[in-house]
């Protein structure tokens, strides 16, 4: 008898080839048997009659680091479809890492990852995937070796390049947790500490990524005025360390910049026509998350967060950063002050009843609101709510966006930070991807949308045995309408869940059944294959 057999659905199976009518048959966690009609009994059969049977979702870039272990029933991935995610993200995490920078780096992702643990209880890459492992997720999680851990384990958060001793150290670090399971290295180069090496150090540890057959994932220093050149440093890194290379969140920012992802995607097609694998992902959005403190120049934060705290009292401090700000004293960073204004920077969350407030608040209005600068506000806020803020940036163009999401390289992501009135991706991204884009506006057709959601993100992955509807492969699977299914959060009430996803499986249990969760938690920590 069968485990599971998914009756009369239309099959997208993740190749990208046209879709079939076929019934699906699950033994254990494998799927085995994809057949026009398949005649045998099963101790629970599901009916996908007018559903779409696709491969588990798998999303590219997210930040449940933490979430995971106050919540491993994954809810804001299940009601979505998302059985698979790829967590270590922007160079920023908390794992591999000593016990003499957890506090630091505690409160660096604080808005990132959030505060659900008082305490990490790992060091290692193995102690922390075996931790996940533990709370046995509903969901399977893959992880980045995160370089800022990597480098302040080596030189603490100083604004200098690395010694050969310190560098040295960071590729043994790496080694190790590679070796323990990473499946890439990750850095943000708009992030304390990784923002502050230099080419020689990323491409030493790119070459030692490379070696393990990992992948370098890559928050780039510029997404804005820059974005060409931002492009060119990353392409030229790895080429150079003979590593791939994916891009994070791909995008096009500032109104001024609308129309060049042409341009953009142009340079990729370049460095692949050298010989470099390049792949990238996306959120279906023109606003991106992030933390607000990303809008003080990266100068600043030299010292850590503890020490950017202690200066932004400082009105002279803050005086220095409005200048750099406003363009009065130029430096090329990621201005986003400049680029979008203040009015299009939202507040997502923050920690204290105190400044609920402004939470789905502009830092415009929260400036307006108080009777301060919009400066004062953001310095305020960061020190009231010890840098645990998030924001929201909006800075895009629906026609770029488009543009991006057709090439072949596109994978999807949610980049999803929760917490507060956050982004609607953290519980729209799948849903908008297949009701905007591909059953609204027909920018892709499904078959094609489903291979960026499953065996693209699959292969980049080095997951062999998902992202495909084939016998043999794990039974991570996702059942959806794709003439109901659409996003219902929205930026002013973004806590809702999609509509349209019907049926989950992960490593064939039913997690999600008729749009409920099951209570199932059959995910777990995967580890990069050797």
């Given amino acids: 008898m069968l485990d599971v057999l998914v009756k009369n659905g239309q099959v997208i199976d993740g190749s990208g080839n046209p879709g079939f009518k076929a019934d699906v048959a699950v033994q254990g966690d494998r799927i085995v048997r994809v057949g026009h009609v398949v005649e045998v009994e099963a101790a629970r059969v599901i009916d996908a009659s007018g559903l779409i049977v696709a491969p588990g979702f798998i999303d590219m870039h997210t930040h449940s680091d933490l979430r995971v272990f106050k919540h491993p029933e994954e809810d804001a991935k299940l009601m979505q479809g998302i059985t698979t995610a790829l967590l ?31 305490e990490w209880p790992w060091n290692s890459m193995a102690e922390y995937l075996a931790a996940i492992n533990a709370v046995q997720p509903a969901t399977n999680s893959l992880m980045l070796v995160p370089h800022g851990a990597v480098r302040a384990m080596a030189l603490g958060w100083e604004n200098r390049p690395a010694t050969p001793v310190e560098l040295e150290r960071m590729k043994a670090i790496l080694a190790q947790a590679m070796e323990e399971g990473g499946v890439g290295f990750s850095t943000g180069l708009i992030y304390p500490p990784g923002m502050y090496a230099d080419r020689t150090e990323l491409v030493e540890l790119c070459k030692v990524t490379a070696g393990y057959g990992g992948f370098f994932v890559v928050h780039m220093r510029n997404e804005a005025d820059y974005v060409l050149d931002s492009i060119r440093e990353v392409t030229g890194i790895c080429l150079e360390a003979g590593c791939p290379l994916h891009i994070s969140h791909l995008k096009v920012a500032g109104r001024r ?29 023109i606003a991106g998350s992030t933390m607000l403190d990303a809008v003080i120049p990266p100068r600043f934060h030299t010292g850590g967060t503890t020490k950017l705290l202690e200066n932004i009292k400082d009105p002279a401090f803050r005086e220095e950063i409005r200048q750099v700000q406003e363009n009065i004293k130029p430096e090329r960073w990621e201005n986003w002050v400049d680029t979008c204004g203040w009015e299009n920077v939202m507040v997502n969350a923050v920690q204290t009843e105190k400044n609920r407030f402004a939470e789905g608040k502009s830092v415009a209005e929260i400036a307006a609101q108080t009777g301060k600068t919009p400066l004062d506000a953001v310095c305020d806020l960061l020190i009231e709510e010890d840098d645990a803020v998030t924001m929201t940036i909006f800075y895009g163009s629906e026609d770029d966006v488009k543009e991006i999401m ?29 009701g905007k884009y591909v059953r609204e506006e027909k920018v892709l057709s ?68 008729k749009g409920k969760l099951t209570g199932v938690r059959a995910g777990r920590a995967l580890r990069r294959r050797n």
């Fill in 88 to 118: 270590g993200q922007d160079g920023l995490s908390v794992a591999p890492l000593d016990d003499a920078n957890k506090g630091p780096m505690m409160r660096r992702v604080s808005g990132l990852l959030g505060t659900y643990l008082t």
């Fill in 446 to 513: 499904l078959p094609q949308a489903v291979k960026r959601m499953t065996s693209l993100p699959a292969r980049r992955l080095g997951l062999q045995d998902r992202g495909l509807i084939r016998e043999g492969m794990v039974a991570d699977i996702t059942i959806f309408d794709a003439e109901a299914v659409r996003e219902k959060g929205t930026f002013a009430e973004p806590n809702r869940y999609p509509e349209g996803i019907a049926h989950v499986l992960v490593a064939g249990r039913v997690a999600l059944e």
């Fill in 257 to 285: 910049n609308w129309g060049r992802a042409g341009e953009v995607l142009a340079l990729l097609d370049e460095a692949r026509a050298q010989g470099l694998e390049v792949t990238f992902d996306q959120y279906p959005y």
């Fill in 406 to 434: 057709q090439s072949e390289y596109m994978t999807l992501c949610s980049d999803g930070i929760v917490g507060g009135k956050p982004h609607p991706r953290v519980y729209g991204t799948c849903a908008r991807f297949l």
